[in-house]
């Protein structure tokens, strides 16, 4: 009995068996998130089973290898408490999951979690992708008022489903690799907006890719001007020199303190926006209507939400009817597609504000990550269209709050 006593304390002792516990758990959770937005078939019973089993090795490492200071603690109960409390009044659980997700990453590198994600992600999309163009699954085509031909799906449940998964994986992509990239990169990269607006006709994913390329493009030019403009003055001792601060070096600096700014406020305000321009929306002003015809019915279908269901604190069942899986809707279309209103209507505007709070918390400690700063204002851009803020089969970003980001880190001592 000593002796295994003494392999386990041995065990919990080495935090790299903390960070196995967390990866197993994570490949079999976002397994199963990913696979359920393509076309592929499943046995339900197994994907119950790997999901329990995810469950329960992400609450292993949080209670075998985690320490918390008094003031991480209550954090952690607090985001846990605010996620039971939603599940009690709407009956969503995926709050509380997305949360357990976030607290089991402490510690875990944030780099490396998002090499994981990217991984899972190339590898299931892609074969969804090719499996549709080779006819193993489904490829669905859609028609649209506002386009002429097919709509593709390329293996997923939806148009929009298959362009988010590429926006993301682009952004992940842009963040890792950021120094490495090169012309041809970006070039790249535009072709893929351009496929992606011409078969799937997704407006939104089209620009926030294009977004990328010039948010990154812009950043990796002045950083490249900067770097020209760094000069070593002969015979004067390094110590003693006087640093000289050139115009482009200037804008260089100037353009990296604006982001963490920029991403500190932008979630809070598209919100405000969003919420205003849904609950102010009127089918007779001729501005609002052209709004909503551009994204495609957002805002009358937000202002629907708001006068059948209004806000609550810890949310309500919405009950809503999408596209996906099929090519016919068999029940009236309604859809919340704004991460902001979908929240504050299904999961309350406590849950709503913990999630800024969240996204604040990534901000403030990770400010000199400019990177991180513009993948983030990135995602607020395009969670002001799409729903997909706090499903980790997209949005791998959340994990930075606790996990280890270069060398900023929540310390346990």
Known sequence: MNSLMTKYNNWTKNPHNGEDLFFYGFVLFIFRGIMGTTMFPYIGIIFKISFGIAILLLIMKIILFDKYTFKMLIAVTGMFVCSALVFLSSGYFTPFLWVLLIVAAKDVPFRKIL????????????????????????????????????????????????????????????????????????????????????????????????????????YHILQWQSKRECIVVPGIEKDSQQIFVFKRTKAYLKWKGLWMKFALISMPALTILMY??????????????????????????????????????????????????????????????????????????????????????????????????????????????????????????????????????????
């Open 115 to 218: 090499k994981v994600y990217l991984l899972m992600n190339i590898t299931i999309m892609g074969l969804a992708f090719v499996a549709s163009l080779l006819g193993v699954v489904e490829n669905l085509a859609y028609t649209n008022d506002e386009w002429d031909g097919y709509r593709y799906s390329f293996g997923c449940v939806y148009t929009t489903d298959f362009a988010a998964h590429v926006f993301f994986m682009l952004l992940a992509a842009f963040y890792l690799y950021q120094e490495r990239l090169r012309w041809y990169h970006y070039a790249g990269t535009c072709a893929i907006a351009i496929f992606i607006y011409y078969f799937c006709f997704a407006k939104l994913d089209t620009i926030c890719i294009i977004l990328i390329i010039l948010f990154f493009g812009g």
């Open 276 to 413: 205003f321009l849904s609950d102010s929306y009127k089918q007779d002003n001729e501005f609002l209507e052209t709004i909503n015809e551009t994204i495609t019915g957002r805002l009358a279908f937000g202002k629907k939400g708001l006068e059948d269901y209004g806000i609550s604190l810890f949310g309500q069942e919405v009950p809503m009817v999408g596209f996906g899986g099929s090519t016919t809707l068999e029940e009236e279309y309604f859809f919340i597609d704004s991460s902001y209103l979908n929240i504050l209507l299904r999961y309350g505007i406590l849950f709503l504000i913990m999630v800024f709070i969240i996204y604040g918390t990534i901000c403030y400690k990770n400010k000199k990550d400019t990177i991180l700063m513009m993948a983030i204002v990135l995602l607020a851009i395009s969670c002001f269209i799409d729903h997909h803020i706090i499903e980790e089969a997209y949005n791998p970003l959340t994990y930075a709050l606790f996990a280890k980001t270069g060398d900023v880190m929540w310390r346990s001592s």
